[in-house]
């Protein structure tokens, strides 16, 4: 299109707001002004874009009259403390921290549910999932028809940097420190992630489950338009920087036809099927870095032929979070904010 949208991104020097800038540029979304904003701490940093470097400036301070949409890729309390103000001035945005009701900012993942977009009206409200969700929903949405799930588990393996920069640098430390022998004191998780895997991705609640884990079940429910689904969620951290995978097991309502699974998981949008002989993608040889969503080991169940089992692997910061958003965003300019742009 030949207009063009201001744009604001908060948590911008974060890894995801990062990631955010790099696709508006390598996209070429149609940016205007680019306001890039964070916490008072690291105003004044700078970040490229375009040929350019962009100053970050304390989103305390501005203004969301000056731009038409907001990426909210900071954590849950700043997106709390900071959308009422977008809200007021008519300024659309899309949250990725899951800090929003999902009546008010519904989930959109554009390979799995548009036609969510026709309910709504400006300014738009929309909820980015989490990264394990929009996975699954790129790999689930082409075979919810062909399976009529019934019951879906995953075991999801997290990389660090879905805890944040933070996350990705204790990592880092933890692992310098044995390799030179040296005493390991865990200081941003409760305990060793180097060599290891956490059980859980988070703090649990009175009945043992995670938010995230809460939020994958919810999110997933929404994105595939099945409510009475039963999902079992259990979110781990992995020692791994970036890339998300995920151990995935649906219960269909009948037996299964995998020729015909493997042909819609071969021509779905967004999707990677890995098939060649002993072959399966990993996050790090396939995922980190690219736009699809890589799924393998497409098999039955070992007694139950209503059972499909598979492994899918996917940059979490890229495509779970940044690309995800972005394309809903393209979306939105489609077919509903170029109406209102002036």
Known sequence: MSQSLDIAIIGATGTVGETLVQLLEEREFP????????????AGASVPFKGRNLRVRDVADFDFSQVRLAFFAAGEAVTRSFVPRA?????????LSGALDPLEAPSLVPE????????LSAPYQLTSPSASAV???????PLKDLLKPQRLSVMASLAVSSRGREGVTELARQTAELLNARPLEPRFFDRQI??????QAGAPDAQGHI?????????IKQLLGEPGLRVAATCALAPVFFGDSLAVSV????????????ERLGQAPGVELVEEEGDYPTAVGDAVGQDSVYVGRVRGGVDDPCEL?????SDNARKGAALNAVQSAELLIKHYLSKILT
């Open 31 to 42: 940016v205007g002004n680019l306001h890039l904003l964070a916490s008072g701490e690291s």
């Open 87 to 95: 809200r007021a001035v008519g300024c659309s945005l899309i949250d």
């Open 112 to 119: 799995a549910n548009p036609e969510l977009l026709a309910g």
């Open 135 to 141: 996975a699954l929903a790129c790999v689930l949405a």
């Open 194 to 199: 180097a060599f290891n895997i956490l059980a």
């Open 211 to 219: 938010a995230l884990e809460r939020r994958l079940v919810s999110e």
């Open 251 to 262: 219960v269909a309502e009948q037996q299964l036809d995998l020729t015909a699974v493997r």
């Open 309 to 313: 089992n598979l492994w899918i692997a």
